[in-house]
Antibody
Framework: HVQLQESGPGLVKSSQTLSLTCTVSGDSIRSGGYYWSWIRQHPGKGLEWIGYIYYSGYTYYNPSLKSRVTISVDTSKNQLSLKLSSVTAADTAVYYC??????????????WGQGTLVTVSS | SYELAQPPSVSVSPGQTASITCSGDKLGDKYACWYQQKPGQSPVLVIYQDKKRPSGIPERFSGSNSGNTATLTISGAQAMDEADYYCQTWDGSTVVFGGGTKLTVL
C-alpha cells in the first residue's frame, strides 16, 4: 500500500525559505494516476491546502499562497518537494503531503503522510 | 472566497447516531468529502464524493450532500470514533476545508 513520508528542517528562520521533501513508496508518481498535494495545519487549527503537482510537472497553487510557493517533482526518486519563501511566524505549521485523487472536477486526499512540524523562528 | 462552516463540537452517546454538518453556499452542487483526525495523527479519508466510503472504513460511516449542507453520519458511534472531523470541497479554483468538528463520544 502507498505510504508518504515528509522530511526537512524542523526550524526555519523568519524571511528564509522553507524546504520539505515527500518520499512516496508503494506507488509510482510517474504512473500518472494521481496528483500529489501539500497541505498544512497550523497548531491547534484547521487544514489549509497549499497546492498540487502532476508527474509531468504541472502545478496548481492555492491563490492565497501562490506568490511564495513552488512545488516540484523528481520522478527518478519518487519524491515531491515544497518550497515556501519569505516565511513568517504565520507559516509555523505541520506540513503534510498527500496523494490527491481527482474525478469529476473534485479533489480528495488519501492517504496522507505523517506530517512534519516546521517552526519559524525570529 | 468560498467558506465551509462546521459546528465546533458534537457529542453523542455510545451506540447512538452522530450527525456532523458542513454548510456552504450551494454545497450540494459540488462534491464533499470528510476526514477523521485523531490526536497526534494525520487525517484519514472516511467519505469522498459525498457518500462513497474508502476501503477499510466501517459501514457505520455514511455521507450525504444536498442544498447547502453536507452531512457525515456515524451510526452506532463507538469510543474509537472520538476525533476531529473535517469536511472539504473544491470551489472551482481551490480546495476548501471546513473548520473542523470535535466529536465526543460519552
Amino acid at each position: 500500500h502507498v505510504q508518504l513520508q515528509e522530511s526537512g528542517p524542523g526550524l526555519v528562520k523568519s524571511s528564509q525559505t522553507l524546504s520539505l521533501t515527500c518520499t512516496v513508496s508503494g506507488d509510482s508518481i510517474r504512473s500518472g494516476g494521481y496528483y500529489w498535494s501539500w497541505i498544512r495545519q497550523h497548531p491547534g487549527k484547521g487544514l489549509e491546502w497549499i497546492g498540487y503537482i502532476y508527474y509531468s510537472g504541472y502545478t496548481y497553487y492555492n491563490p492565497s499562497l501562490k506568490s511564495r510557493v513552488t512545488i516540484s517533482v523528481d520522478t527518478s526518486k519518487n519524491q515531491l518537494s515544497l518550497k515556501l519563501s519569505s516565511v513568517t511566524a504565520a507559516d509555523t505549521a505541520v506540513y503534510y503531503c498527500a496523494r490527491d485523487e481527482y474525478s469529476s472536477s473534485f479533489h480528495w486526499f488519501d492517504p496522507w503522510g505523517q506530517g512534519t512540524l516546521v517552526t519559524v523562528s525570529s | 472566497s468560498y467558506e465551509l462552516a462546521q459546528p465546533p463540537s458534537v457529542s453523542v452517546s455510545p451506540g447512538q447516531t452522530a450527525s456532523i454538518t458542513c454548510s456552504g453556499d450551494k454545497l450540494g452542487d459540488k462534491y464533499a468529502c470528510w476526514y477523521q483526525q485523531k490526536p497526534g495523527q494525520s487525517p484519514v479519508l472516511v467519505i469522498y464524493q459525498d457518500k462513497k466510503r474508502p476501503s477499510g472504513i466501517p459501514e457505520r460511516f455514511s455521507g450525504s450532500n444536498s442544498g447547502n449542507t453536507a452531512t457525515l453520519t456515524i451510526s452506532g458511534a463507538q469510543a474509537m470514533d472520538e476525533a476531529d472531523y473535517y469536511c472539504q470541497t473544491w470551489d472551482g479554483s481551490t480546495v476548501v476545508f471546513g473548520g473542523g468538528t470535535k466529536l465526543t463520544v460519552l
